[in-house]
């Protein structure tokens, strides 16, 4: 009943899952302290949904570029460039830039992470332009420009939805299907993958706390080792 009541069906099974994790968690520690220890087994077990494999090809990014007014293009190279989550875009502010303009910097992302990213030369031109022409160091870039092409601010709150909204609208007008812009962070990460072929950069491009995260983000599995490497590492 308290797990009904605190985790609602309508909840991503993601966001279930975590809940339920953690409230197991929770539970747990208690029942140490005293709690009925049956309540930890009535909270129910989710598992977390499969990652999306839909990567986005060099051809569609071109026509969405092409074709995305600027505003909705900054996200665009702010999802795919730096791989940002569409909710770590939109909070980008003058703020986060380094003290150089080269890098961005954003602590407490999603599930409590922090990040520094160097910035692509085609976003620091546009970044650069905001703030060279009145962009707030707390507004959200996104937010300056959508003002200043629009003449007005989006609702707070409904800047992320907003452009997700957009995105979707132009690939489907692109004849593009299925196509989400958290898609473009997942593009980034495969293609960083396969050309380091090392999980851990991978990790920090994307600011995952836990390499499992990133693993199974990429559906790859940790290779076995190999018993000629452990003897190797047996006499080295």
Known sequence: MIAASFISNDLAQNTRSNRYTHMRRM???????????????????TRAAEPRQRTVKQAELQAMLAKAPDDLRLYIMLCS???L??????????????????KIRIDKIKYG?????PLTAAIKAV???????????????????????????????SLMAS??????????????ANLRSHD????????????????????GILG????????????????????ELMERIKTA
């Open 85 to 102: 989550r569409s909710g770590t875009a939109v909070r980008i502010a003058p703020c986060h830039r380094t003290e150089d303009g080269s």
């Open 208 to 227: 995952h706390a836990s390499l499992a995260i990133t693993t199974r983000y990429l559906q790859r599995d940790i290779t076995a080792p190999q018993v």
């Open 81 to 83: 460039d730096l791989a």
């Open 163 to 176: 452009f997700q909204k957009r995105f979707a609208y132009l690939a489907r007008g692109l004849g593009i």
């Open 113 to 117: 992470g922090s990040i520094v990213m």
């Open 27 to 45: 539970l747990m520690h208690l029942a140490l302290h005293g709690l009925n220890a049956n309540l930890v087994g009535a909270v129910p077990r």
């Open 127 to 157: 970044l650069d332009w905001l703030d060279n022409n009145g962009a707030g160091q707390q507004v959200p870039y996104l937010q300056t420009m959508h003002r200043k092409m629009y003449g007005r601010s989006i609702a707070d709150g």
């Open 184 to 203: 473009l962070r997942r593009t980034t990460a495969e293609k960083a993958y396969n050309e380091t072929r090392d999980v851990r950069v991978v990790q």
